[in-house]
């Protein structure tokens, strides 16, 4: 039985303060820009996207926190380099003398042309689960960015106001504790901001809703075919967008088809639910799924290239769905999927999934790696 997600929630008055901040810090950090953050114990870090590292922003890095960086990888990363084992959300690698953009782009990234680093690492050790360091790989990894950051501690002795010293260098201050919230806050902040009637190919009486958080982040988007009513279990898909299987028509995956298969098969049911998730790749993004293809090119299957650049293989959350479903009223759903882990992720969810529905489709010769690595290795019942 499915523990239901236990979440101790950001106070309603704190949602915009708390949201807004954490995603002016994805902003930073795309831009290539540092941010510092701040955690338990008046522990403060300066961190900077590995994906931005070069010789003038570690220089800046360090010049501004008076301290030397660390990389910071995600503990899967970290072991498949075997630098550690897989355990705690993230490790800290330094360097001596020095942590230059080389090494950065080595460690973080398996398709860096750098052939090998130049000096190994001097110190490993695991971030705590809550620590600043882990936040920053957590904040990477949201702004849909390779899992890894480059750190330095604040030590700057003109920094015991935090929020003014962060002002004076132009910087965002941002809590850790809002980037591990920040998931869970922005769906539950979710609510219908449009929705029109969208006649789709062999489903004329379609409804689109589109659901946005509180700060204006990416939307996800509730397809209801038909009439279904609640209280009754509706006929649900949860369908995680794929740019490349859904519109392009990729022949390496199987999502376009399900996608329309969904549509066919909820119609034919009298009507239901398609919820369109914004959650490329398993949760990692587009241009983290094209890195993937290319490992998956080098001879890694997909579960495995997504664990050589440090994600777990499979990052989607289901509290998303969770919320749209209740605000269209509806607790119970029989979910179209072959996926045992949707069943559980929603679950614990706190929505009561009646029955699992069968949902396959005949493979092609781009994509039977793929689809026998799903059944094999990620439990999928093909």
Same mark, same amino acid.
């Given at each position: 039985?499915?523990?239901?997600?236990?979440?101790?929630? =950001?106070?309603?008055?704190?949602?915009?303060?708390?949201?807004?901040? =954490?995603?002016?810090?994805?902003?930073?950090?795309?831009?290539?820009?540092?941010?510092?953050?701040?955690?338990?114990?008046?522990?403060? =870090?300066?961190?900077?996207?590995?994906?931005?590292?070069?010789?003038?922003?570690?220089?800046?890095?360090?010049?501004?926190?008076?301290?030397?960086?660390?990389?910071?990888?995600?503990?899967?990363?970290? $072991?498949?380099?075997?630098?550690? &084992?897989?355990?705690? &959300?993230?490790?800290?690698?330094?360097?001596?003398?020095?942590?230059?953009?080389?090494?950065?782009?080595? #460690?973080?990234?398996?398709?860096?042309?750098?052939?090998?680093?130049?000096?190994?690492?001097?110190?490993?050790?695991?971030?705590?689960?809550?620590?600043?360091?882990?936040?920053?790989?957590?904040?990477?990894?949201?702004?849909?960015?390779?899992?890894?950051?480059?750190?330095?501690?604040?030590?700057?002795?003109?920094?015991?106001?935090?929020?003014?010293?962060?002002?004076?260098?132009?910087?965002?201050?941002?809590?850790?504790?809002?980037?591990?919230?920040?998931?869970?806050?922005?769906?539950?902040?979710?609510?219908?901001?449009?929705?029109?009637?969208?006649?789709?190919?062999?489903?004329?009486?379609?409804?689109?809703?589109?659901?946005?958080?509180?700060?204006?982040?990416?939307?996800? #988007?509730?397809? =209801?075919?038909?009439?279904?009513?609640?209280?009754?279990?509706?006929?649900?898909?949860?369908?995680?967008?794929?740019?490349?299987?859904?519109?392009?028509?990729?022949?390496?995956?199987?999502?376009?088809?399900?996608?329309?298969?969904?549509?066919?098969?909820?119609?034919?049911?009298?009507?239901?639910?398609?919820?369109?998730?914004?959650?490329?790749?398993?949760?990692?993004?587009?241009?983290?799924?094209?890195?993937?293809?290319?490992?998956?090119?080098?001879?890694?299957?997909?579960?495995?290239?997504?664990?050589?650049?440090?994600?777990?293989?499979?990052?989607?959350?289901?509290?998303? $769905?969770?919320?749209?479903?209740?605000?269209?009223?509806?607790?119970?759903?029989?979910?179209?999927?072959?996926?045992?882990?949707?069943?559980?992720?929603?679950?614990?969810?706190?929505?009561?999934?009646?029955?699992?529905?069968?949902?396959?489709?005949?493979?092609?010769?781009?994509?039977?790696?793929?689809? &026998?690595?799903?059944?094999?290795?990620?439990?999928?019942?093909?």
């Amino acid at each position: 039985m499915s523990r239901l997600l236990q979440v101790v929630p =950001v106070p309603a008055s704190r949602e915009p303060v708390s949201l807004r901040a =954490v995603e002016r810090a994805l902003a930073d950090l795309r831009r290539g820009r540092p941010v510092a953050l701040t955690g338990g114990g008046g522990t403060a =870090v300066l961190a900077l996207a590995a994906e931005a590292a070069t010789a003038e922003s570690l220089c800046q890095l360090a010049g501004t926190a008076m301290a030397e960086p660390a990389l910071v990888l995600t503990a899967r990363r970290a $072991a498949i380099l075997g630098l550690t &084992r897989i355990g705690l &959300r993230a490790a800290v690698v330094s360097f001596d003398p020095r942590l230059s953009a080389e090494m950065v782009h080595a #460690l973080a990234d398996p398709l860096s042309p750098t052939p090998e680093m130049p000096l190994g690492p001097s110190d490993v050790s695991e971030a705590a689960a809550y620590s600043c360091e882990s936040a920053s790989v957590l904040l990477a990894k949201t702004a849909r960015l390779l899992p890894a950051a480059v750190v330095a501690p604040i030590h700057d002795p003109d920094a015991d106001d935090l929020a003014k010293w962060a002002s004076r260098h132009d910087l965002l201050l941002v809590d850790a504790g809002d980037v591990f919230q920040y998931d869970f806050t922005a769906a539950r902040t979710l609510k219908p901001v449009s929705e029109a009637r969208v006649p789709l190919l062999g489903a004329e009486n379609a409804r689109i809703i589109a659901f946005r958080p509180l700060d204006g982040g990416l939307e996800h #988007l509730a397809v =209801v075919l038909g009439e279904p009513r609640p209280p009754g279990a509706v006929l649900t898909r949860l369908h995680s967008e794929c740019f490349t299987g859904d519109l392009l028509g990729s022949l390496r995956c199987d999502c376009g088809d399900q996608l329309r298969g969904a549509i066919r098969e909820i119609c034919a049911a009298g009507g239901g639910l398609l919820l369109y998730l914004a959650q490329e790749g398993r949760g990692i993004g587009l241009v983290n799924k094209l890195r993937a293809y290319e490992l998956q090119d080098r001879g890694f299957d997909t579960l495995e290239a997504n664990e050589q650049l440090g994600f777990d293989a499979d990052e989607r959350v289901y509290v998303p $769905a969770a919320q749209m479903l209740r605000h269209l009223g509806f607790e119970r759903v029989r979910l179209l999927t072959n996926n045992p882990g949707k069943v559980d992720g929603l679950a614990r969810c706190g929505i009561l999934v009646e029955e699992r529905v069968p949902h396959a489709f005949p493979t092609n010769r781009h994509n039977e790696i793929y689809m &026998r690595t799903k059944a094999g290795r990620g439990g999928h019942l093909l």
